[in-house]
């Protein structure tokens, strides 16, 4: 609280609007970004060639983009197992024509170092179009690669490479392309990157859900909630495309979803085994809060869960993130599942499955910055400017305890010497 109080009070955006004119930040945030590229790949590759990547995924993917180029079959694994047995990923066929040029299991080292620093380029222009200065803009760009979440996904507790960061920039681009309402280029990378992990219809169809939400509450608000942002009633709609279009949006995703699991037989025992606890088949699982409600219940709510919610929240900066809450409509199903998962990974930020979840938080973090009342009032700083420092702040002190930058305390044992 001390913190935030500080930085309120910090002029942010109003000394020296010509000067801050000169300053070049986006090649300043560009910079940056190729500096946490060169040092994700400095990391993965460190961790590869000293063993240190101890679970077989890494080595999956590689083998079938291998397979592909050499003609052994579409992605193929072993003999035993068909190529989409627990995820649906044919995206990664992207792949193999580099692999072809560069045929090194560096290869996908490199290409997830490039996924994870290339949003904040994304982030960067989302919130210039989000009405945030240049200097505000390059902040939320640096609070981006310096999320905690975002650290920790280049070695995934080892896990190394894994499918779904490929993802990651495509829907940054996708949400950007939102506000920017293009909404066929915005359901054209959509599409793509649901490509590399079925799980991400689910996470399109609740961002979809969520902007129906979002306009819904500010077309209700009308007028009133224009005039106390300061904007006309065309800026306070993000997207123009009406609430209903947004759930057909997400409903299309949604049925997307189920045509997959069903087709490739992911609500067999290959998908359903990780919940054994809550029961055996999916059905069971799904109703697992009515069937099972002393398992389910309290699987959700223990401590760790909360742990976990404020590791990935508190660091965008909580006050924006609660006030952007329609955003967080969109981590309602993936969260449930995850806090349900009797696995100590789903509730840790240390693992890939918080990819999806990272770009809700942080739009929902800019959107909350929007959305504060009164935003605009003579002599108070641009609040977009001051959450995105907050944003920056929060996320650099917190991943000096729980990240995996330079700076960060030694939170990957298995990359340390005995």
């Known amino acids: 609280m001390a913190a935030w109080t500080t930085i309120r009070r910090v002029p942010w955006g109003q000394p020296g609007p010509q000067l801050a004119a000169r300053i070049p930040w986006f090649w300043y945030v560009a910079a940056a970004t190729v500096g946490c590229g060169a040092w994700w790949y400095y990391q993965a590759e460190a961790a590869y060639s000293n063993y240190l990547l101890g679970f077989h995924d890494f080595a999956d993917f590689a083998r079938r983009v291998a397979n592909t180029w050499e003609g052994h079959g579409f992605l193929a694994r072993s003999p035993l197992w068909p190529a989409f047995f627990d995820h649906v990923n044919p995206g990664l066929v992207l792949l193999v024509p580099f692999w072809g040029l560069w045929p090194d299991a560096r290869l996908f080292l490199l290409v997830q170092a490039v996924c994870l620093a290339l949003p904040s380029l994304l982030v960067y222009a989302i919130a210039r179009r989000l009405g945030a200065s240049k200097r505000s803009a390059a902040a939320w760009a640096g609070a981006y690669l310096a999320f905690p979440a975002v650290g920790q996904l280049n070695l995934s507790y080892s896990y190394g490479f894994h499918a779904v960061s490929l993802a990651l920039p495509l829907l940054f681009a996708a949400v950007w392309s939102c506000f920017c309402r293009r909404p066929w280029l915005a359901l054209g990378l959509a599409i793509c990157a649901s490509t590399f992990k079925e799980h991400v219809f689910v996470a399109v169809s609740g961002l979809a859900l969520a902007l129906a939400v979002l306009e819904a509450v500010d077309r209700r608000a009308g007028r009133k909630a224009a005039s106390e942002a300061n904007l006309s009633p065309a800026q306070s709609r993000l997207t123009g495309l009406a609430p209903r279009l947004w759930l057909a949006v997400a409903g299309g995703f949604f049925v997307a979803f189920l045509l997959v699991i069903y087709g490739f037989g992911l609500t067999g025992p290959a998908g359903t085994w990780r919940f054994a606890n809550l029961g055996q088949t999916s059905w069971e699982v799904l109703l697992s809060p009515l069937l099972r409600p002393r398992v389910f219940w309290p699987e959700v709510f223990k401590s760790s869960s909360a742990y976990y919610l404020l590791a990935l929240m508190v660091p965008a900066g909580l006050p924006s993130v609660v006030r952007g809450w329609p955003i967080l409509i969109a981590l309602a199903a993936p969260v449930t599942v995850l806090l349900a998962w009797d696995f100590d990974g789903a509730t840790s930020i240390a693992f890939q499955y918080v990819t999806l979840l990272i770009p809700v938080v942080l739009v929902a973090a800019m959107i909350g910055a929007r959305r504060r009342p009164g935003q605009r009032e003579a002599g108070r700083p641009d609040p977009l400017g001051t959450?995105?420092?907050?944003?920056?702040?929060?996320?650099?002190?917190a991943s000096?305890?729980?990240?995996?930058?330079?700076?960060?305390?030694?939170t990957t044992p298995f990359t340390l010497s005995s």
């Open 387 to 397: 959450a995105g420092l907050l944003a920056l702040t929060s996320s650099a002190v």
């Open 400 to 410: 000096f305890f729980i990240g995996a930058l330079p700076f960060s305390r030694a």
